[in-house]
């Protein structure tokens, strides 16, 4: 899962990169607003955490540029505006999730996962399961048939991202981009490595290889 | 109240009246005296002619009765005459018994005489020599049908003075309606600006009236600017506050201060303080109250996207509903009632197990809104401390906590009141009352 965080203030924003990445997200982190109106249009991020108040251009400003070019990721705004009229005009702008600072930690970290499972089809679910298979986000730990796996990070971060996206082709490429941030080599073969790994530990036909186009998860092999 | 109709009304009739009385005053005066003037020449002519009627006769002077009208024969007839010479005193028979009251001097008296049967005499003495005699004329007329005609002409004019004073004051009434038209559209407008109908008034007014509405208008928009403006300073304020607050809030998940639980609970306490602190203050100032005449918070507008944003808050679980009159326009600013709303909600759907329903009717000049929810609800005991005035409810564990704080300090910015009462739901209803500051 590849986050945007658009935010001025540089000692919330290390904080908050280093909490989710800890969560295995992998962050990128932008302080001006037309940077933010360009990135989050060209890279293919799967959540955007957006401040308000931002140099260059506002954050609803930003928000309206991305809905009006159609970029349809889902956007959580973080402000220091409270108040019920202009959390309303940013949902009406098009935002997912609002989250008033100041905020514990928790409370964001469970918006983005909320979020995310949303924006996958996932919703009113306290937890991540598909096929058989249910990850506890909270520990990286996966449960299948009531016996707890270990997971390593990479691992875990692979594993989230194939059970949101149940049943599509995924290339090598697609899953570096999405799991890496921008700074971060891509080497695709570390990702098959992990792929096997996975394959190891929840067994070989839960993740098929498609010859040229990539990796499917299918949650075929786990009994249900 | 000060009435620019009234005072017309009242000026022009006082000056009718005043101009009227004298007019007419003047007018039976001026008749009055020409009148009287004429009968004094025929007084005067009368006793030339009783004096040519007296004749030398085989006794002394006699009066020739063939040379004097009938009307002295008549008793009480209103002409009388009295002959007086060589102590002989001649009276007209009209006098009957009566005695003509004495003249003081020769000529006409200045004043009407008291005669027979009520009547008012003019009178006229006149003093001649005819066959070496002196001879004194003392001729009378009876006034009084004169001044009974002028009584009857006073009345009959009263009246029709009456009714042309009502005429002229319906018209005036009228026509000053008519003249002070569009002052009366102008406060129509304002009415409607009290109550969020309109935002401006119209420009299209009379000369007289355009310095004032353009005046008007142009407080209107200085208003909103500045509301705007402070609001913004406000929302900055709040940024450059609230940010660092999230740092530090953040900071205390650092491993470093979870391994001193004990500071870390301080800090985290006085930062949630500062927090609740900050809020409630800037949500205080950034109401705008009656500042903004205009503005008003359309209920179907606004509902819908304040109820989806309640929904997300809340997770889908809770079934929310509202209920308002079609139309239903309440007549204060939009991000005042928003903040009210929206406070209330959330507060009871903490607080719900599974219903919230928001209800807004009108009721006679007040806005009622009515909050229910069907959780635990307040004991009546708590109530009282809830709403008592001043007291911190963000401090107290009574539960509907600083959202009802600022609920509260919403509903005293705009001079409403809030109860708390028993839900048909079974939990908590929170009813406030609004009153628009026009009525």
Same mark, same amino acid.
């Given at each position: 899962?590849?986050?945007?965080?658009?935010?001025?203030?540089?000692?919330?924003?290390?904080?908050?990169?280093?909490?989710?990445?800890?969560?295995?997200? /992998?962050?990128?982190?932008?302080?001006?607003?037309?940077?933010? /109106?360009?990135?989050?249009?060209?890279?293919?991020?799967?959540?955007?955490?957006?401040?308000?108040?931002?140099?260059?251009?506002?954050?609803?400003?930003?928000?309206?540029?991305?809905?009006?070019?159609?970029?349809?990721?889902?956007?959580?705004?973080?402000?220091?505006?409270?108040?019920?009229?202009?959390?309303?005009?940013?949902?009406?702008?098009?935002?997912?999730?609002?989250?008033?600072?100041?905020?514990?930690?928790?409370?964001?970290?469970?918006?983005?996962?909320?979020?995310?499972?949303?924006?996958?089809?996932?919703?009113?679910?306290?937890?991540?399961?598909?096929?058989?298979?249910?990850?506890?986000?909270?520990?990286?730990?996966?449960?299948?048939?009531?016996?707890?796996?270990?997971?390593?990070?990479?691992?875990?971060?692979?594993?989230?991202?194939?059970?949101?996206?149940?049943?599509?082709?995924?290339?090598?490429?697609?899953?570096?981009?999405?799991?890496?941030?921008?700074?971060?080599?891509?080497?695709?073969?570390?990702?098959?490595?992990?792929?096997?790994?996975?394959?190891?530990?929840?067994?070989?036909?839960?993740?098929?290889?498609?010859?040229?186009?990539?990796?499917?998860?299918?949650?075929?092999?786990?009994?249900? | 109240?000060?009435?620019?109709?009234?005072?017309?009304?009242?000026?022009?009739?006082?000056?009718?009246?005043?101009?009227?009385?004298?007019?007419?005053?003047?007018?039976?005066?001026?008749?009055?005296? @020409?009148?009287?003037?004429?009968?004094?020449?025929?007084?005067?002519?009368?006793?030339?002619?009783?004096?040519?009627?007296?004749?030398?006769?085989?006794?002394?002077?006699?009066?020739?009765?063939?040379?004097?009208?009938?009307?002295?024969? *008549?008793?009480?007839?209103?002409?009388?005459?009295?002959?007086?010479? =060589?102590?002989?005193?001649?009276?007209?028979?009209?006098?009957?018994?009566?005695?003509?009251?004495?003249?003081?001097?020769?000529?006409?008296?200045?004043?009407? *005489?008291?005669?027979?049967?009520?009547?008012?005499?003019?009178?006229?003495?006149?003093?001649?020599?005819?066959?070496?005699?002196?001879? *004194?004329?003392?001729? +009378?007329?009876?006034?009084?049908?004169?001044?009974?005609?002028?009584?009857?002409?006073?009345?009959?004019?009263?009246?029709? @003075?009456?009714?042309?004073?009502?005429?002229?004051?319906?018209?005036?009434?009228?026509?000053?309606?008519?003249?002070?038209?569009?002052?009366?559209?102008?406060?129509?407008?304002?009415?409607?600006?009290?109550?969020?109908?309109?935002?401006?008034?119209?420009?299209?007014?009379?000369?007289?009236?355009?310095?004032?509405?353009?005046?008007? =208008?142009?407080?209107?928009?200085?208003?909103?600017?500045?509301?705007?403006?402070?609001?913004?300073?406000?929302?900055?304020?709040?940024?450059?506050?609230?940010?660092?607050?999230?740092?530090?809030?953040?900071?205390?998940?650092?491993?470093?201060?979870?391994?001193?639980?004990?500071?870390? +609970?301080?800090?985290?306490?006085?930062?949630?303080?500062?927090?609740?602190?900050?809020?409630?203050?800037?949500?205080? +100032?950034?109401?705008?109250?009656?500042?903004?005449?205009?503005?008003?918070?359309?209920?179907?507008?606004?509902?819908?996207?304040?109820?989806?944003?309640? =929904?997300?808050?809340?997770?889908?679980?809770?079934?929310?509903?509202?209920?308002? +009159? &079609?139309?239903?326009?309440?007549?204060?600013?939009?991000?005042?009632?928003?903040?009210?709303?929206?406070?209330?909600?959330?507060?009871?759907? *903490?607080?719900?197990?599974?219903?919230?329903?928001?209800?807004?009717?009108?009721?006679? &000049?007040?806005?009622?809104?009515?909050?229910?929810?069907?959780?635990?609800?307040?004991?009546?005991?708590?109530?009282?401390?809830?709403?008592?005035?001043?007291?911190?409810?963000?401090?107290?564990?009574?539960?509907?906590?600083?959202?009802?704080?600022?609920?509260?300090?919403?509903?005293?910015?705009?001079?409403?009141?809030?109860?708390?009462?028993?839900?048909?739901?079974?939990?908590?209803?929170?009813?406030?009352?609004?009153?628009?500051?026009?009525?």
């Amino acid at each position: 899962m590849r986050l945007l965080l658009v935010e001025d203030n540089v000692a919330l924003a290390d904080e908050l990169s280093a909490g989710l990445q800890k969560l295995g997200y /992998a962050v990128d982190w932008l302080t001006d607003g037309r940077d933010a /109106a360009y990135q989050g249009a060209v890279e293919p991020y799967d959540l955007i955490i957006l401040d308000l108040g931002l140099p260059g251009l506002s954050g609803l400003e930003v928000l309206a540029q991305w809905r009006a070019a159609a970029i349809s990721t889902p956007v959580l705004i973080l402000t220091a505006r409270s108040s019920w009229s202009e959390r309303i005009d940013g949902l009406k702008a098009g935002a997912d999730d609002y989250l008033t600072k100041p905020f514990h930690q928790e409370e964001l970290y469970l918006r983005v996962q909320a979020l995310l499972r949303r924006s996958h089809g996932f919703s009113n679910q306290s937890d991540l399961s598909a096929a058989g298979l249910r990850l506890d986000e909270a520990r990286q730990m996966v449960h299948s048939q009531g016996q707890a796996i270990e997971l390593t990070g990479a691992e875990f971060r692979l594993l989230r991202y194939f059970m949101l996206h149940q049943g599509q082709v995924l290339s090598k490429s697609h899953l570096a981009e999405h799991l890496y941030d921008g700074e971060t080599e891509r080497d695709s073969n570390v990702l098959e490595v992990h792929v096997n790994h996975l394959r190891r530990k929840l067994g070989r036909a839960v993740i098929e290889t498609r010859r040229g186009q990539g990796y499917r998860f299918t949650g075929a092999g786990v009994p249900q | 109240m000060h009435s620019i109709q009234r005072q017309l009304t009242f000026s022009l009739a006082m000056l009718l009246i005043v101009m009227g009385l004298l007019l007419a005053q003047a007018g039976l005066w001026i008749v009055d005296r @020409g009148l009287r003037q004429h009968m004094q020449d025929n007084l005067q002519s009368q006793a030339e002619s009783l004096l040519s009627a007296l004749v030398k006769g085989t006794e002394g002077i006699e009066l020739n009765s063939r040379h004097h009208d009938a009307v002295f024969l *008549k008793p009480f007839s209103g002409h009388y005459f009295i002959i007086e010479f =060589n102590q002989q005193r001649w009276r007209s028979r009209s006098l009957w018994d009566f005695e003509l009251p004495s003249v003081e001097h020769l000529g006409f008296s200045e004043q009407l *005489k008291p005669g027979p049967e009520q009547q008012q005499l003019l009178m006229y003495q006149g003093a001649y020599r005819r066959y070496t005699t002196d001879i *004194k004329v003392t001729v +009378a007329h009876d006034y009084s049908p004169v001044l009974a005609s002028f009584k009857q002409a006073q009345i009959i004019g009263a009246g029709l @003075g009456l009714l042309a004073l009502l005429l002229t004051l319906l018209l005036q009434r009228q026509l000053v309606r008519r003249a002070l038209k569009p002052l009366e559209q102008t406060r129509v407008q304002i009415e409607q600006l009290q109550q969020g109908q309109r935002s401006l008034l119209e420009q299209d007014t009379p000369l007289e009236l355009q310095p004032l509405v353009r005046q008007v =208008n142009r407080l209107l928009v200085h208003t909103e600017e500045t509301l705007q403006r402070s609001r913004k300073g406000l929302g900055n304020l709040g940024h450059a506050l609230k940010t660092p607050l999230a740092v530090l809030m953040s900071l205390l998940q650092r491993e470093e201060l979870q391994r001193q639980p004990e500071l870390s +609970a301080i800090l985290q306490e006085q930062l949630e303080f500062i927090e609740q602190r900050i809020t409630r203050e800037l949500t205080r +100032a950034r109401l705008s109250g009656e500042a903004l005449p205009g503005a008003f918070f359309d209920c179907a507008e606004e509902l819908p996207g304040l109820f989806q944003l309640i =929904n997300r808050v809340h997770g889908e679980v809770l079934t929310l509903d509202w209920h308002a +009159a &079609a139309g239903l326009r309440l007549p204060w600013e939009r991000d005042d009632m928003l903040e009210m709303l929206g406070n209330l909600l959330d507060n009871a759907c *903490k607080w719900a197990d599974s219903r919230v329903e928001l209800s807004i009717e009108q009721r006679g &000049a007040a806005y009622c809104v009515c909050i229910d929810d069907d959780g635990p609800g307040i004991a009546e005991s708590q109530r009282e401390q809830v709403q008592r005035r001043g007291s911190r409810l963000d401090e107290q564990s009574v539960g509907h906590g600083l959202g009802l704080g600022i609920v509260r300090d919403i509903v005293e910015t705009l001079q409403g009141t809030l109860q708390l009462l028993d839900s048909p739901l079974g939990g908590l209803r929170v009813e406030i009352c609004l009153r628009p500051c026009s009525a």
